[in-house]
């Protein structure tokens, strides 16, 4: 997706040769018009599928979530990092993550993931996998089909993808950074354009 | 906000006489098209403010802050409750949640918030006024002025709205409800109906 990864250049900023800083339109700073952009595309890519329901986590992946469930005409189930007061009959999963070293339990009301649904999970990241991996955990859980995975920005140098296709799911990612070395975005089709 | 009001009256659960839960919605499972509307709705609301920014609060501030920043053509800034790894110069403010009976500190990056901005603060809830309070002191730290506070469901039989009417915001709630009493919600426009 060009735009985004124009935006990516203009304003990420690369941290370290593996983390990718995009709170100026993705995570912490929201642009609108990017995001209602990014739920066409993946309401383009997922036309076919007969999506049900989106399921994605707090709180980087709502705003993409919620514009892709507005295209499609769905509705959005976030899993929540931390229990909820008034959350009892949930499904939930452990996730483990690396740039944190932190182990969340996430979860999702039972009442809203059901066997019939056919579900697109959305987040904003892809790299280690493991939020992807748990969010299938609780769709599983819940008896329910998975379309696939839509990350709006894939980290390809890491091992997700290939977690997630060797299971079997379709991933289709906006932006795909081959690399973040030498201070520098380079995405997957500019990967080697010069040799 | 009729539809906003249908929703609660047909959705919401009356768990005490103090707690209202959207979880179907809103909190938990977000409807989109609702979203859309609620955001309309804020933009009408406050389309004389010359709004530039939209200030809100992880989790639940965030789909209802989207819908409206892109209907006002502006971007969004969502508090974080846990501090970012890369997040490092930053707004900070202590906001103390009665329900969980604990103090989180949220902040904003300095990056995304001027002291020329014009800034609508969104939160899902508006009970005691923590949240909006601290809202009000990093935008205040930036310098910022505040147009006002959109909030989708205040408890009005709390304190919040006078705190923050005392102070001199203007508050703007798309639903009112003056009580939660006998497993019933009752909004403030039906309230002494039968008197």
Redesign the interface.
């Known amino acids: 997706m060009l735009l985004l990864q124009e935006k990516i250049k203009n304003e990420g900023k690369v941290?370290s040769n593996y983390?990718l800083?995009v709170?100026?339109?993705l995570?912490?700073?929201?642009?609108?018009?990017l995001?209602?952009e990014i739920g066409k595309e993946f309401a383009r890519r997922f036309a076919a599928e007969k999506i049900t329901k989106i399921v994605t986590i707090?709180?980087s992946g709502?705003?993409p979530a919620?514009?892709t469930?507005?295209e499609m005409?769905v509705?959005?189930?976030?899993a929540?990092k931390r229990k909820?007061?008034?959350?009892h009959d949930a499904y939930t999963a452990n996730v483990y993550s690396f740039?944190?070293q932190e182990t969340n339990e996430i979860s999702?009301?039972k009442?809203?993931l059901h066997s019939s649904d056919r579900v697109l999970i959305i987040d904003d990241f892809l790299a280690n996998g493991q939020a992807a991996l748990g969010l299938i955990e609780l769709v599983q859980q819940a008896g329910a089909s998975i379309a696939g995975i839509g990350i709006v920005i894939e980290k390809s140098f890491q091992e997700g993808r290939s977690l997630l296709e060797k299971d079997g799911f379709r991933v289709e990612s906006l932006a795909e950074v081959a690399s973040l070395t030498n201070e520098k975005v380079t995405f997957k089709e500019e990967e080697g354009a010069f040799v």
């Open positions: 941290l983390v800083k709170d100026s339109f995570n912490h700073q929201i642009d609108p018009e995001m209602r707090e709180s709502i705003a919620v514009m469930a507005l005409g509705k959005v189930v976030f929540r909820s007061l008034t959350l740039t944190k999702v009301a009442e809203h």
